[in-house]
């Protein structure tokens, strides 16, 4: 299957860092990962079971850190979000075979409903065009009402709604 773009670009959105109060009042940091894995592997090991699609992010120790690992390569690009000095979002850029880039987003849910998930999405398609990505992708379930509002918001559209999950296609350069 080829993936279809929608003809407008996304945007224009600002890579990080980017400070902001959240919705609750709480401070929050998004900034490029910059290694802090074992904050990241503490942030998902917090991450509640039911917040979980598709299959992640995982959820043992072990599994988180072989996930990371995949994730945080030089070619993908990764931010973060921080109340103080905890992780409680992240977002990734990570490269297909096709030369465009896959999209993941998770928030904790303590911090969710708050506009962080927003920002984060924002910083990184910012990010993903100050590092060359033109077109990003991603899939998202059906009845995710809240992540697919926020998606078309950013300006992602549907490219493919014939299966049990919905992908959605963005372009970030002309």
Same mark, same amino acid.
């Given at each position: 299957?080829?993936?279809? *773009?929608p003809?407008?670009?996304?945007?224009?959105y600002?890579?990080? +860092?980017?400070?902001?109060? %959240?919705? %609750?009042?709480?401070?929050i940091?998004?900034?490029? *990962?910059?290694?802090?894995f074992?904050?990241?592997?503490?942030m *998902?090991?917090?991450? %509640?079971? !039911?917040?979980?699609?598709?299959?992640? +992010?995982?959820?043992a120790? #072990?599994?988180?850190?072989?996930?990371?690992?995949?994730?945080?390569?030089?070619?993908? /690009? $990764?931010v973060?979000?921080?109340?103080g000095? %905890?992780? /409680?979002?992240?977002?990734?850029? =990570?490269p297909?075979? !096709?030369?465009?880039?896959?999209?993941?987003?998770? /928030?904790?849910? &303590? *911090?969710?409903e708050?506009?962080?998930?927003?920002?984060?999405?924002?910083?990184?398609?910012?990010?993903?065009? !100050?590092?060359?990505?033109?077109q /990003?992708?991603?899939? =998202?379930?059906?009845? $995710? #009402?809240?992540?697919?509002?926020?998606?078309? #918001?950013?300006?992602? !559209? +549907?490219?493919?709604?014939?299966?049990? &999950?919905?992908?959605?296609?963005? #372009?970030?350069?002309?």
């Amino acid at each position: 299957m080829t993936r279809e *773009y929608p003809d407008e670009v996304a945007g224009p959105y600002e890579g990080p +860092p980017r400070s902001f109060a %959240d919705r %609750d009042g709480r401070d929050i940091e998004i900034r490029r *990962y910059d290694d802090e894995f074992e904050t990241l592997v503490e942030m *998902y090991l917090q991450f %509640d079971p !039911e917040d979980r699609a598709q299959g992640i +992010p995982p959820t043992a120790e #072990k599994g988180i850190r072989k996930w990371l690992d995949n994730l945080l390569l030089d070619e993908c /690009v $990764n931010v973060v979000a921080w109340h103080g000095d %905890d992780a /409680v979002g992240h977002a990734t850029l =990570v490269p297909d075979t !096709e030369g465009a880039s896959e999209l993941a987003i998770f /928030v904790l849910r &303590e *911090y969710q409903e708050a506009g962080i998930g927003t920002q984060l999405i924002e910083c990184l398609l910012g990010a993903g065009r !100050e590092s060359g990505i033109e077109q /990003v992708w991603l899939t =998202v379930e059906r009845w $995710n #009402k809240a992540a697919t509002a926020l998606y078309r #918001k950013v300006g992602f !559209e +549907p490219c493919d709604t014939s299966g049990f &999950e919905l992908e959605m296609a963005a #372009k970030l350069a002309a």
